[in-house]
T-cell receptor, first 109, second 115 residues
Framework: GQNIDQPTEMTATEGAIVQINCTYQTSGFNGLFWYQQHAGEAPTFLSYNVLDGLEEKGRFSSFLSRSKGYSYLLLKELQMKDSASYLCAVTDSNYQLIWGAGTKLIIKP | DAGITQSPRHKVTETGTPVTLRCHQTENHRYMYWYRQDPGHGLRLIHYSYGVKDTDKGEVSDGYSVSRSKTEDFLLTLESATSSQTSVYFC??????????????FGDGTRLSIL
């Protein structure tokens, strides 16, 4: 079967760095997405990785290792507004998007 | 922001009644999706469309039907609502092509309660 694993919840301190991991087992691979979802709101697109390596976008970076079936989202200089759920989603060989259950990130002052 | 409008935003109805949710886009994107989101399950695909009158089932399609008569509108219908269909429903659009990848962009969601 197809499976995406992420931690259910993480806690971090304002100003610190946090890494949210995602491991996947899917039928083929055509890219990995990260989304942010604030409580009661819609998911919003953060990043996309299809090749191995690190993609940086300001305070957020996303890393992919296809051979290990592994990605992480790195958030630097955490702000209170970063409190949200972070969703990992993988595109399989049929270009269907398989979603993880999301990681709820709690930022403490 | 991608031009996606979902209606209604909130609805409370009774078991056994029909319900139709509407998704309207102004982006002229080919692909449109309906998801439901429940605690502990993440986003689950109900149905999707890859063009006018072209639709396909997702992983949780039982009890739902869809229609797409125009590029901009994608309707989700619960023929006879059940309490297990109480959920938050999201519509998404993507400018992807059949064998290409693009991110999906989401509407604000519809909170549906079935009593």
């Amino acid at each position: 079967g197809q499976n995406i694993d992420q931690p259910t919840e993480m806690t971090a301190t304002e100003g610190a760095i946090v890494q949210i991991n995602c491991t996947y087992q899917t039928s083929g691979f055509n890219g990995l997405f990260w989304y942010q979802q604030h409580a009661g709101e819609a998911p919003t697109f953060l990043s996309y990785n299809v090749l191995d390596g690190l993609e940086e976008k300001g305070r957020f970076s996303s890393f992919l290792s296809r051979s290990k079936g592994y990605s992480y989202l790195l958030l630097k200089e955490l702000q209170m507004k970063d409190s949200a759920s972070y969703l990992c989603a993988v595109t399989d060989s049929n270009y269907q998007l398989i979603w993880g259950a999301g990681t709820k990130l709690i930022i403490k002052p | 922001d991608a031009g996606i409008t979902q209606s209604p935003r909130h609805k409370v109805t009774e078991t056994g009644t029909p319900v139709t949710l509407r998704c309207h886009q102004t982006e002229n994107h080919r692909y449109m999706y309906w998801y439901r989101q429940d605690p502990g399950h993440g986003l689950r695909l109900i149905h999707y469309s890859y063009g006018v009158k072209d639709t396909d089932k997702g992983e949780v399609s039982d009890g739902y039907s869809v229609s797409r008569s125009k590029t901009e509108d994608f309707l989700l219908t619960l023929e006879s609502a059940t309490s297990s269909q109480t959920s938050v429903y999201f519509c998404a659009i993507s400018e992807r092509d059949r064998d290409s990848n693009q991110p999906q962009h989401f509407g604000d969601g519809t909170r549906l309660s079935i009593l």
